[in-house]
């Protein structure tokens, strides 16, 4: 079986977009234009994070149950295991689920500390995100079963992990406790996917394993998270990028022509599905999925 046979639905690219919660008005405005600007895509989900340490549960969970109640996507929240009790956790559950919100994305999340930093398990918490994807399984077993779980999985392996044997098992035992599909974290090299996909199907993982594309048009920034959650920059990334800190402009198209480029060479591979960090930039996703031959009216007829 070829390892990309599980992932392929149609012909189509499918599509999914990632906010993140907006910390004041004028982000808040930006974030709903985007959302509006991005519905007619017909994206098979959007996703929307829920800050480190948790700090942002209120404002994900005001995001994801606007979306759920003004849009016709279909939201998922991320939920991770920090700062919170297993009761504290599964009641925001609980509430998505009573918002009509039926997709979690299940993390262990970063140490409150900081990415980098020790995970500490809270007191009464969720060990890490297999244990968050039982509680929530076993916590209503009429709900458990109806939502549709995402997890993440990292390609170039994770700041903790111990190895490839245990990063894939620890994967496989995401999918074996209830997880749907995973979510890489994103990469730059079609590669880096393409080995880690045939590496996770000899280990079992049967679970759509979809491509999250990077869309940050801030090197600076894109140097600083990539050193922390382990994913490379390319040499060739970096000379897109050099001399161009003060334009703005031109960062923006290089950034849509990279991921547009590596889409291209992941889709001629046989991926069809796309999750898009978009970085609550409309501009961005639409161009991406512009060159990736997705235009609104085809992506709702598809
Ligand atoms: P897990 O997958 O549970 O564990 C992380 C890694 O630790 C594993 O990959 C493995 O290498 C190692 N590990 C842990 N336990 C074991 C074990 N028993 N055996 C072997 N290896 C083990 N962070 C946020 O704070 N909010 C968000 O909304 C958010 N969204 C994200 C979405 C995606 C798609 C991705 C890829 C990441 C996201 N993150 C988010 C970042 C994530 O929280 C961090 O990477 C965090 O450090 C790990 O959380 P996790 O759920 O990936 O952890």
């Known amino acids: 079986m070829s390892p990309l046979s599980s992932l392929q639905s149609s012909d189509a690219p499918s599509v999914s977009f990632e906010f993140f919660p907006p910390k004041t008005e004028a982000m808040a405005a930006r974030l709903w234009e985007t959302v509006e600007r991005l519905e007619p895509m017909a994206p098979n989900f959007v996703s929307v994070t829920y800050g480190a340490g948790g700090s942002t549960r209120e404002r994900t969970h005001d995001t994801v149950r606007r979306i759920a109640q003004d849009t016709h996507l279909r939201p998922a929240g991320h939920l991770t295991c920090v700062g919170a009790t297993k009761e504290e956790v599964l009641s925001v559950a609980e509430d998505y689920w009573q918002a009509g919100v039926k997709h979690i994305v299940a993390l262990r999340g970063d140490p409150p500390a900081g990415m980098g930093e020790k995970f500490e398990q809270h007191p009464g918490g969720f060990r890490d995100s297999i244990d968050l994807i039982e509680g929530i399984r076993e916590h209503r077993p009429d709900l458990g079963r109806c939502f549709e779980i995402s997890v993440s999985c990292y390609p170039e392996l994770h700041p903790e992990s111990r190895g490839w044997d245990a990063e894939i098992a620890f994967l496989k035992a995401k999918q074996d406790a209830g997880a749907d599909r995973a979510i890489t974290q994103f990469f730059f090299e079609p590669e880096i996917y393409l080995n880690f996909l045939e590496k996770a199907r000899a280990g079992g993982v049967t679970m759509p394993i979809v491509p999250g594309i990077m869309l940050q048009p801030n090197f600076k920034g894109l ?80």
Do not use: M, Q
């Open 223 to 302: 140097k600083r998270i990539s050193g922390l959650c382990g994913s490379s920059l390319p040499g060739w990334l970096h000379e897109l990028y050099d001399g161009l800190d003060e334009d703005t402009e031109t960062r923006e198209l290089v950034t849509a022509n990279v991921a547009a480029d590596l889409c291209r060479k992941l889709s001629d591979e046989g991926v069809r599905d796309f999750h898009f960090y978009t970085l609550n930039r409309a501009g961005l996703a639409l161009s991406t999925c512009r060159l990736l031959g997705l235009k609104p009216n085809s992506a709702e007829a598809a």
